[in-house]
């Protein structure tokens, strides 16, 4: 992640644009994920779009399987 991030440079704005639950992704098994969207400005790009998709594992935890920028 640090490899795709670094060049971007730092965050200068980020707001939540959508969060929205879903049971099924492409590729992925079934279970509980968010898939949350960011409007996000970087330094060296703006306008991006940031895309964070945790999912619910078997112990309960809700851990980040996804991250995407556009």
Known sequence: MKAVRRPLGQAVSREVSSAD???SLPGAPDGEYVVIRFG???ENKAPA???I???LDRDGIWRVT???IR
């Open 49 to 51: 779009v940031e895309t």
């Open 66 to 68: 996804g991250y995407y």
């Open 40 to 42: 996000t400005s970087f």
């Open 53 to 55: 998709i945790p999912a």
């Open 21 to 23: 639950r879903t049971t």
